[in-house]
């Protein structure tokens, strides 16, 4: 049996036994910190000071025993001048993913371009 076949008839049976479960709550989570990084790299800053910038903010929140959610947007500002109030919008799971617009990237536009390219080869 070739290696593809084995492969495929592996995966049959993983997707055959599926079951999703939901994920946990992303609004807040540190996972979004890089968000905070990005942000202030779209506005000229250094990704070296705002991946700094951006750790402070974890640190933070981890002596509050919180996460980014309980960081309030004079909290953020405080951080780094370059923080505006559209830096909240940045934060929410949902605008990060579609941010992600490179190839294999989660936003919908590649999610989609993806699976055109998979039905097209089948």
Partial sequence: MGTALACTRVMTGCFSSLQ???????D?????????ADYLAARGVPFREAHH?????????EE???N???LTLED??????SFGADVMDWMQPEA?????T???GTAWSEIERQISQLRAKS
């Fill in 53 to 61: 910038v951006a750790g402070s903010l974890v640190k933070q929140c």
């Fill in 102 to 104: 490179s190839r294999g």
């Fill in 20 to 26: 999703v479960l939901p994920g946990p709550d992303l």
């Fill in 68 to 70: 980014l959610k309980a």
């Fill in 76 to 81: 953020i500002q405080g951080a780094h001048p």
């Fill in 96 to 100: 990060a993913a579609e941010r992600r």
């Fill in 64 to 66: 509050r025993g919180a």
């Fill in 28 to 36: 807040g989570d540190f996972l979004l910190t890089t968000e905070l």
